[in-house]
């Protein structure tokens, strides 16, 4: 089915280790982005990319490291996790009907 | 900057009552808004939108219409089912530079007592 494919779904890391999100979309759209849900706090965006090779900072972007290199795939990378980046993590891509999301990832720091 | 304001839940009906969840907004431009609904363990689906002043959008028995006077784009469903307990988002998204941004509310729980 064609849709937003995020992995892992579960993930916990210890204070200092490094990861990356996997996301990938089959429906060739330019834009993709990556969210984080907090409790309370809605969904604030960590960065976005409007096409192969561009990427730009959202509303909370520190601690996180992304890179476009096809349409296809947009990676989110922790360098170095903190207990503050326990969060939900979604990807999201925009085609004409509106964003479509994938359905999250897990992330508990310890 | 722009912003989305949503009542806080959580939102608490007995089956086949009528929901009103209240969304308000501020923005320098003309945005498309939205209703995004995440049911338990699940990414957030587009529920409903609407691109333009006084435009009504609708899906699965949800409205919302755009109000520009008012900034508002409440969502109303006549007639609530347990199946509707969901958490709610109401979202605008405006062009910025060469790209869409959308921009979310804080999200409304609802609950549907049978």
């Known amino acids: 089915n064609a849709g937003v494919t995020q992995t892992p779904k579960f993930q916990v890391l210890k204070t200092g280790q490094s990861m990356t999100l996997q996301c990938a979309q089959d429906?060739?759209?330019?834009?993709m982005s990556w969210y984080r849900q907090d409790p309370g706090m809605g969904l604030r965006l960590i960065h976005y990319s409007v096409g192969a090779g561009i990427t730009d900072q959202g509303e909370v972007p520190n601690g996180y490291n992304v890179s476009r290199s096809t349409t296809e795939d947009f990676p989110l990378r922790l360098l170095s996790a903190a207990p503050s980046q326990t969060s939900v993590y979604f990807c999201?891509?925009?085609?004409?009907?509106?964003?479509?999301f994938g359905s999250g990832t897990r992330l508990t720091v310890v | 900057g722009d912003s989305v304001t949503q009542m806080e839940g959580p939102v608490t009906l007995s089956e086949e009552a009528f929901l009103t969840i209240n969304c308000t907004y501020t923005a320098t431009g003309y945005p498309s808004l939205f209703w995004y609904v995440q049911y338990p363990g699940e990414g957030l689906q587009l529920l409903l939108k609407?691109?333009?002043?006084?435009d009504k959008g609708s899906n699965k028995g949800f409205e919302a219409t755009y109000r520009k006077e008012t900034t508002s784009f409440h969502l109303e469903k006549g007639s609530v089912q347990v199946s509707d307990s969901a958490v709610y988002f109401c979202a605008l998204s405006e062009m910025y530079s060469s790209a869409s941004k959308i921009i979310f509310g804080s999200g409304t729980r609802l609950s549907i007592r049978p």
């Open positions: 429906m060739n759209h330019e834009y």
């Open positions: 999201a891509s925009m085609g004409g009907y509106g964003y479509t």
């Open positions: 609407a691109t333009k002043a006084d």
